[in-house]
């Protein structure tokens, strides 16, 4: 990713962040919308605990965004749960277009298209690197 995209993913974090259990709460309904049969991946956890774990899964992200080699083993161990949970490569998809909405949604006007590629680069790069790790672990 280039500096301006992490800035502006960096950017717009910060003015979610406040309110970032809002964020996971209006992400998670967005997925559950676009992808109904991901629910059932989610059976184990309380809604509220799972929220808090997301935004503070997206938030440890966004801090570390710049810094491949710190973001490289969590995001790597993240994909291996993820399967272990029974999450496939197909489900990704539905993920990061429930992120943008949800962002979309909390910053409104402030959600520029500039921001939202930033996004968009982010987690495609963060979820090719979650399946990639999580198929070669299968091995």
């Known amino acids: 990713m280039t500096p301006e995209a992490i800035q502006l993913v960096r950017e717009s974090w910060s003015q979610v962040e406040a309110t970032r259990l809002d964020l996971a709460h209006t992400f998670y309904r967005h997925l559950f919308i676009i992808a109904p049969a991901t629910r059932n991946l989610f059976n184990q956890v309380p809604p509220a605990v799972q929220d808090e774990k997301f935004a503070d899964m997206l938030g440890e992200i966004v801090r570390v965004l710049d810094r491949p080699h710190q973001?490289?083993?969590?995001?790597?161990?993240?994909?291996?749960?993820?399967?272990?949970?029974?999450?496939?490569?197909?489900?990704?998809?539905?993920?990061?277009?429930?992120?943008?909405?949800?962002?979309?949604?909390?910053?409104?006007?402030?959600?520029?298209?500039?921001?939202?590629?930033?996004?968009r680069e982010a987690y495609q790069l963060l979820a090719h690197v979650m399946v990639r790790h999580a198929i070669r672990s299968e091995d």
């Open 71 to 119: 973001l490289l083993p969590e995001v790597t161990l993240l994909g291996r749960r993820h399967m272990q949970y029974g999450v496939t490569a197909a489900d990704y998809a539905p993920v990061g277009d429930a992120l943008l909405l949800a962002l979309e949604e909390k910053l409104g006007d402030r959600f520029t298209p500039r921001m939202h590629a930033a996004w």
